[in-house]
Structure formats: structure tokens, C-alpha cells
């Protein structure tokens, strides 16, 4: 590198300006790099923490893989619960009664005698199952004047369905285990071997549920019509699985009836085909919007609302809104507890329940009206909610019987949510349509404290079953 060096004072002048320059270009350039990549490296954290802290928004009650270990408290006494009333275990009356008694002393072999009691053991148990096979052979005969051959037309349909070979209860005991005991059908296949060493295959269990369906037709019918006949109705959906496609299950909900159904689709399309377009009565769901365009009056479920609102005070809990979500949350608590207590006194009259509501209602809409425009603070889109909902939130004040929440719908669901986790849903149209039908009618069975078996029998049995359950609801 020397040798090239210039030789005169000169052009080394020149030579070490063309230098400096060539510097100030390169500094100029790693400046502007630099400047790129610090605003580049500033909108990336940015992203960061956004994503952040929507993955934690998102995530506020996860469900875990592995649960937590509860801590070890050690073993303490429990208190016994105290019995209400005089309380008494009757016993059950015998169907028999064993002695047992010396009849020699065991010491010294003196006859004895005398029917002191000392004290009585009571042992219930089930005898061994076997089941009953009966073979109706029918006969056919020749009549020597007219010289027919004469054949006994034999009514079944108080024993079986339609050419089925297992009688009624069998079939109602075998639908029971599928829908209330949630069994698949390999389990109930190998438990009535293992109870009564009885032998049914695979496709004739699954054959018992769809012939049940079938028979039901008519009331599963007349309970959707009882249903919108209801003034109060809970609905709640969940989704469903039919042969590896996704699809939902809807629930409606009264005191007398749950009525299932089955649909793809998530739509308003279905509410208007259960309720009905004529649906007169009280509507009682979540925020999903499915429901909101049906034109009768709504209870929007309270458990759904305070629930945001904790999970609002658990994201934000390391954040400087924490204190004034705190306090939301309390006042808001308080307003739907005051709530509670002017739907149970009972000396209000109509209007001032109405009064009551409006009152309540303009409490509520004050705590939000704050964070309706703010769309950066954490409480924005529950206040938006609450105003777009808030003719619908305390509607519970007028009637003493209606429920503020939803959990009547949330509890019917549940069972057909842990009965999908357990079979993985369904692999037909007709297996859906069943499924739909059974869980209609045994939950509403249950709902109303009636044995499944025994109502299952009558309805495989009775032609007017349908007209008669609706007619004692």
C-alpha cells in the first residue's frame, strides 16, 4: 500500500481529502442505517406487546394440560352435616325374613327357647339378572268345513317394536344407558354381557336408539310446540361434531321442557325456526347476536357480563387501570345485587317495577357512558356492550320467577358437551337426528322428575303417549 501512496505534498493533500470525504459518505450512510433499523426495532416491540397482551386477554382461563397440584392443607376434621328435622332412615319392607337362633346353649347344650330380639341387620341387594326369552310359536290350523287354514293374527306392540327381537324394556334400558348414562356403545355391549351374559351386537344397540327416535316423532313435535307456546325460554348453543364435520347443538330451555336440536349452522336462522315467527313470550340467552333480532322482550344473561368484568380485572391486573376497573367491577356488583332485591319484594306493583327497572338502567348507563369513546381504555367494548344491551339487562326486575341469568340453557347444554368429549359426536344425519331427539326427550324426563325408563316404555307402547305427556306438563 505504500507504493501507491502519492509522492508530492500535493497530490497526498488531495489524496487524504478524497479520503475524508469518502468517510463522511460511509458515516452518513451507517447513520441513516442505523436510524432505520432503531425505528424498525421500536415498531417491533410495539407488535410485540400488543400480541402479547392479546394472548393474554385471550387467554385468561385456559384450560391446562396438566392441572396444578393442590396444596396439601392436611387432613381435618369435618363437621357432620346436621340432619334437617327429626331424621330417620326407614327401612325398606322385607320380602324376607331370616331367624337366626340356638337352639341348644353353645356352652353347656341346654335346650333354650323364646323369641327375644337382640338386634336386627337389614341387607339389600340385587339378585343375579337373567334374562327372560320367550318363543311365541304361532300355529296355523285347518278347518274341515270350509277348508281355510286359519292363522292367529298376535298383536306385540305392547312388548316390542315393530320386528324387533329385544323387547321394550330391554330397548328402554339400553337407550337410557346411551343418552342419561352418556355409555358408548362397545361399554353398554360389554355390560349387559357382564350383568345378565346377554349378547347384543353393536348395530342392533345403535338400531334400539334410532327405532326410540322414531316412535317419538310425533312428541318431539308436540314439545317444540309447547315450547313456543312457553313465556319464558333459555336458549344456549354448543358445538357438535357429525362424521368429522363441525356443526352445532342448540338448546332451548323452560321449566317444563329442553327441547335439541341439531343444525350446522350458527345463524339466526335457527332461533327463528324453533321459536317460531310468532314468539310472544321472554327470550333469556348471552350476547351472541343470533338472538338479538327476534322481536320480544330479552333477558341478557348477568353471569356472561360479570364474568368479562373479572376477567377485565385479571388481564389488567399489573397495568395503572386496575384500581378504576376494580371499582367498576364493585359498583356494578352492587347495582345488580340491588337489582336482585327489588325483583323479590313482593308489595311492588307493575309500574313501579317498571320504574324500578328504568332507574336501574340509567344507574348502569352512568358507570359506561364514561368509556364509550375512549376505545383505549380496557373497559371500552363492555361499556359498549352495556349500552347496546341495555334495554335487555333488567328486564328479571319484572317478574320475581324470571331468571337473571342463563344457567338454565348453560346446565341443559352441559350434558351433551361432555357426552360429545366422550364419543366424539355423531356419524349420520340419522344419528344426529336421533341423538337430538333422545336428548329432548330424556332431558325434559328428567327435568320434570319422571323415571326415563318407565316414561320410555310408554312411549314405545302407547299410541296417544305424545298427546297425554304434553297434556300433564
Not at 340432619?83 to 331370616?98: A, F, H, L, Q
Not at 309447547?226 to 333459555?234: F, I
Not at 366424539?424 to 331427539?437: D, F, I, K
Request: hydrophobic share 35%.
Amino acid at each position: 500500500m505504500i507504493e501507491t501512496l502519492p509522492t508530492s505534498a500535493t497530490e497526498l493533500t488531495d489524496y487524504v481529502h478524497q479520503l475524508i470525504y469518502q468517510n463522511k459518505q460511509l458515516v452518513n450512510q451507517l447513520v441513516k442505517q442505523v436510524e432505520t433499523l432503531t425505528a424498525e426495532n421500536t415498531q417491533l416491540k410495539q407488535q410485540i406487546a400488543a400480541l402479547e397482551l392479546g394472548l393474554k386477554q385471550n387467554k385468561v382461563d385456559p384450560p391446562p394440560k396438566v392441572k396444578p397440584n393442590v396444596p396439601d392443607k392436611g387432613v381435618a376434621a369435618k363437621k357432620r352435616k346436621e340432619r334437617v328435622g327429626s331424621y330417620v332412615r326407614y327401612r325398606s319392607v322385607p320380602d324376607e325374613i331370616v331367624i337366626h337362633a340356638y337352639s341348644q346353649c353353645p356352652h353347656c347344650q341346654t335346650p333354650v327357647a323364646g323369641n327375644s330380639l337382640a338386634y336386627e341387620r337389614e341387607i339389600i341387594d340385587l339378585p343375579p339378572i337373567k334374562p327372560i326369552v320367550t318363543l311365541h310359536r304361532i300355529l296355523k290350523r285347518h278347518c274341515t268345513q270350509c277348508g281355510e287354514w286359519v292363522t292367529p293374527q298376535v298383536d306385540f306392540s305392547d312388548q316390542v317394536v315393530s320386528q324387533s327381537r329385544f323387547g321394550v324394556r330391554l330397548t328402554s334400558l339400553v337407550t337410557t344407558l346411551r343418552e342419561r348414562g352418556r355409555l358408548p356403545v362397545r361399554v353398554i355391549h360389554t355390560l349387559l354381557n357382564y350383568l345378565s351374559h346377554l349378547s347384543i351386537s353393536h348395530g342392533e344397540i345403535v338400531a334400539m336408539s334410532h327405532q326410540v327416535s322414531a316412535k317419538g316423532k310425533t312428541l318431539y313435535q308436540d314439545l317444540q310446540a309447547n315450547l313456543q307456546a312457553s313465556p319464558v325460554v333459555h336458549a344456549d348453543e354448543t358445538s357438535h361434531r357429525e362424521n368429522g364435520r363441525n356443526g352445532y347443538i342448540w338448546n332451548f330451555t323452560t321449566p317444563k321442557v329442553r327441547y335439541y336440536v341439531y343444525r350446522l349452522s350458527r345463524s339466526k336462522t335457527v332461533v327463528d325456526e324453533v321459536l317460531g315467527d310468532n314468539y310472544e313470550g321472554i327470550l333469556t340467552s348471552d350476547f351472541y347476536a343470533a338472538y338479538n333480532h327476534v322481536s320480544t322482550e330479552h333477558q341478557r344473561c348477568w353471569a356472561h357480563l360479570l364474568r368479562k368484568l373479572k376477567q377485565l380485572v385479571q388481564v389488567y391486573d399489573q397495568t395503572p387501570s386496575l384500581p378504576e376497573l376494580v371499582r367498576l367491577e364493585q359498583k356494578v356488583i352492587k347495582l345488580y345485587r340491588k337489582a336482585k332485591q327489588l325483583q323479590h319484594q313482593g308489595r311492588l306493583t307493575l309500574t313501579e317495577r317498571h320504574q324500578n327497572r328504568r332507574k336501574l338502567e340509567a344507574s348502569l348507563l352512568r358507570l359506561a357512558k364514561p368509556y364509550l369513546k375512549d376505545k383505549t381504555h380496557p373497559f371500552h367494548t363492555l361499556a359498549k356492550r352495556i349500552d347496546y344491551y341495555l334495554d335487555e339487562l333488567f328486564t328479571f326486575v319484572l317478574d320475581p320467577a324470571l331468571d337473571s341469568t342463563n344457567n338454565p340453557a348453560e346446565r341443559a347444554v352441559r350434558h351433551q358437551v361432555i357426552k360429545r368429549k366422550i364419543s366424539g359426536g355423531t356419524r349420520s344425519p340419522l344419528g344426529s337426528q336421533t341423538q337430538e331427539r333422545l336428548a329432548t326427550f330424556f332431558s325434559t324426563w328428567t327435568l320434570n322428575n319422571l323415571n326415563p325408563i318407565e316414561e320410555c316404555c310408554k312411549l314405545l307402547t302407547r299410541p296417544d303417549y305424545a298427546t297425554e305427556f304434553i297434556q300433564e306438563l
